[in-house]
């Protein structure tokens, strides 16, 4: 029993070790059994995403078929020519209409390169280059045997340079965008062209700088190559040159010179007509002039503007106002030209304000002019007044010429002025004065014989010389003038009672620089002159009249006693020589002088007895002599004409200290500065005058006397300018 238990026990146990690893490993088949239907799971999960996949590819590629059926759709309805090639500039794909305007079988067109077909190139575009970094351009291309114009826009479809690269291009065809760009561009530069000719027009009055603006603005607005403009001589009854634009400088010259005349063919044409005549390649610019006895032209018809090449286009513009002929333009085209309606109608309306701009330009010339005209009348009339009231405000026969100079050369333009006085017994002409010749200088003088003056002398009429080399044998005055440059000139007596006295010469560097208005205006001048000169030389007659009577009061005066012979004339000279030496004008200078000789005048009352005593005199004695200042003063004050120096002869014998006489003035109060030089004149004289009573001293103790008295006897600066005389 014991055996058996023990192998049941081990059989037991051996049945539990058996039952756990079935346990075992049907808890492994378990897990496996888990797994299995997890990944069951997932693998349902993956065909459930499979599935549904599969229905998004399918309804991609629906969408996909569709969009590139839309595409092709769309690629083939776009009106502007596309085409799209790879890296070998091969076509790999183009729509419908750049097979329309390559005109290329579509199965000729794929494969090819793209500049084969069309646009028609050298090579490929720079965008197509594969070292091209740009991803897209745009340029524009014309095409002339087709006569459009293209805008070809170029894209980069592919960049990684692992992939390949393709290109696309859209070709655009601007030729009519393109022309309305240019026919904008044209018409608005037409506009601002024609805009300055009307800002010319309002804003330039001088009819060259107005032509010259206009002609630019022509050649701009016509494109033409050359522009002439021309203005009527009514008096030649031709045409004048003006100016020209875009002339060559070899015909600059040529056209300057050549007048067109009014009869020519094309002129006559375009006058009658009113209006630009377009004369085509080739032109004959002939004026067949007729002969007076045949109806025939002449055999050697004139010709005109030959420098112009014969197969030029040529436009006459006639500028014609309302009442005259203004002008005339030409334009020149070296290349034949086909004139549209427009253009006839453009160059009606450049006429006609050209003609408005010239009319206006020479009305305000005209109004200028007259303005001018009047203005400068105004001013002559100024002129002559101003210089009648200056001439006739002095007696000085020089101030009178030297005025006449300067006023003269104000009214008439010229490049000298020469007076010159007549000198008869000497036989010579004087200049007294002059502006303007190099040689011509005041004394300059030239004989009777070595000049064509002295028929102005001779005759009494004016002389005019329009051109001095015309002088078949010029006289030595006429080659002198013609070496300074001078040309043309007006000669006028200056005539004073009938007798010329004198010449006035206007010259100039001009042929015919004078008109006749400047010769009546100089007339008109030379008679004032010559009143003035004959009112000059009457006062001066007066002038020396009185001076003579009063040096024979002088020296009745110094008659009156032996001692003072001659006094009077000294003391004038001294004092004259102290005025000059301190600066005085030349008008003191003449009270000096008459003050000098009148400054004694009241010695007339003194007895002779006391100006040739001997000795001493006495106190009473003194007191006359002392007086004769004061009774000068009241001898002469009923002359009005010794106005002035009444005062000096009145104080000579003040003090510069105040202990002078007659009223002891001291200083600067001692009027005028004139007594105070005739107070040194006079001591000056005395003490070196012999009298009765001592002898005469000698310079060198006057001068002591004079050092040892200035400043109170006597004005500090008065001395010091007599003792610079004796220097």
């Not at 032509?211 to 403009?229: A, E, G, P, T, W």
Request: charged share 30%.
């Amino acid at each position: 029993m014991k055996v058996n238990e023990l192998d049941v026990q081990t059989d037991l146990s051996l049945l539990k070790s058996e039952l756990a690893r079935k346990e075992l490993e049907i808890a492994s088949l378990r897990d496996k059994l888990h797994e299995h239907r997890n990944q069951q799971t997932e693998i349902e999960d993956e065909r459930r995403a499979l599935l549904y996949m599969l229905e998004d590819l399918n309804e991609s590629s629906s969408k996909i078929t569709m969009a590139q059926k839309e595409w092709i759709g769309t690629f083939d309805s776009i009106s502007d020519p596309i085409f799209i090639h790879d890296e070998d500039f091969r076509i790999i794909k183009a729509n419908t209409e750049y097979q329309k305007i390559s005109e290329t079988p579509f199965g000729e067109i794929i494969g090819q390169p793209y500049y084969y077909i069309f646009p028609k190139l050298f090579g490929p575009q720079g965008i197509c280059h594969k070292e091209h970094e740009l991803s897209e351009s745009e340029e524009e291309l014309e095409v002339p045997s087709i006569s459009k114009v293209f805008k070809v826009k170029s894209y980069l479809l592919k960049q990684n340079e692992r992939e390949h690269k393709y290109f696309i291009h859209v070709i655009e065809d601007i030729t009519e965008l393109k022309g309305a760009y240019q026919t904008l561009k044209q018409e608005t530069e037409i506009n601002t062209h024609l805009l300055m000719i009307a800002e010319a027009t309002a804003q330039l009055t001088d009819i060259n700088k107005l032509m010259q603006r206009v002609l630019h603005c022509m050649f701009n607005i016509l494109k033409n190559d050359i522009s002439l403009s021309y203005l009527y001589d009514d008096e030649a009854n031709c045409f004048r040159p003006l100016e020209s634009y875009n002339l060559d400088k070899k015909a600059v010259s040529l056209f300057r010179t050549e007048a067109i005349d009014k009869n020519l063919e094309y002129v006559k044409w375009a006058l009658k007509l009113k209006e630009a005549v377009i004369i085509p390649p080739p032109f004959d610019m002939t004026i067949k002039t007729k002969n007076k006895h045949h109806s025939r032209p002449q055999s050697k018809p004139i010709e005109v503007l030959t420098w112009i090449e014969k197969n030029s286009t040529l436009i006459f513009i006639p500028l014609i106002s309302k009442d005259s002929i203004l002008g005339l333009v030409i334009c020149v085209f070296k290349n034949h030209r086909e004139f549209s309606e427009r253009d006839r109608k453009l160059l009606q309306g450049l006429s006609h304000q050209i003609t408005t701009a010239l009319e206006q330009a020479r009305l305000y010339r005209s109004s200028m002019e007259k303005t001018i005209e009047l203005s400068h009348k105004i001013e002559a009339i100024q002129i002559m007044h101003e210089t009648d009231r200056t001439i006739l405000s002095t007696l000085e026969p020089q101030d009178i010429l030297d005025t006449t100079v300067r006023m003269i050369g104000r009214l008439i333009p010229c490049d000298r002025m020469t007076v010159v006085l007549v000198n008869k017994e000497q036989q010579i002409f004087e200049v007294a004065a002059a502006f303007g010749t190099s040689f011509a200088k005041k004394g300059f003088f030239v004989k009777f014989t070595d000049t064509i003056t002295k028929e102005v002398l001779d005759t009494g009429r004016p002389q005019y010389n329009q051109n001095l080399l015309h002088i078949k044998s010029p006289l030595l005055l006429e080659k002198l003038l013609i070496e300074d440059g001078f040309l043309s000139d007006i000669r006028v007596p200056l005539t004073v009672k009938g007798e010329v006295t004198g010449i006035i010469s206007l010259g100039s560097k001009r042929q015919a620089a004078f008109t006749p208005s400047d010769l009546k205006t100089l007339e008109n001048l030379t008679s004032q002159i010559g009143i003035a000169m004959e009112n000059s030389r009457l006062v001066s007659d007066l002038e020396d009249l009185f001076m003579g009577v009063v040096t024979a009061l002088s020296s009745a005066i110094d008659a009156k006693s032996t001692w003072t012979s001659g006094h009077s004339k000294r003391v004038t000279k001294y004092a004259g020589d102290i005025a000059k030496e301190m600066g005085l004008s030349e008008k003191d200078l003449r009270d000096i002088e008459l003050t000098g000789l009148l400054h004694d005048v009241g010695k007339i009352g003194t007895y002779e007895a006391i100006l040739d005593k001997p000795g001493k005199i006495n106190d009473e004695e003194i007191r006359i002599m002392r007086s004769h200042p004061s009774k000068g003063a009241e001898i002469l004050s009923p002359i009005k004409f010794l106005y002035n120096v009444i005062p000096a002869i009145k104080h000579h014998h003040e003090y510069y200290n105040g202990t002078g006489y007659p009223d002891g003035l001291q200083g600067e109060d001692i009027p005028p500065l004139h007594a105070r030089i005739l107070a040194v004149a006079d001591t000056v004289d005395a003490m070196g005058a012999e009298r009765p009573y001592r002898k005469g001293r000698s310079i060198e103790v006057i001068v002591d006397e004079l050092k040892r008295c200035s400043g109170t006897q006597f004005d500090q600066g008065v001395v010091a300018a007599f003792l610079r005389t004796l220097e």
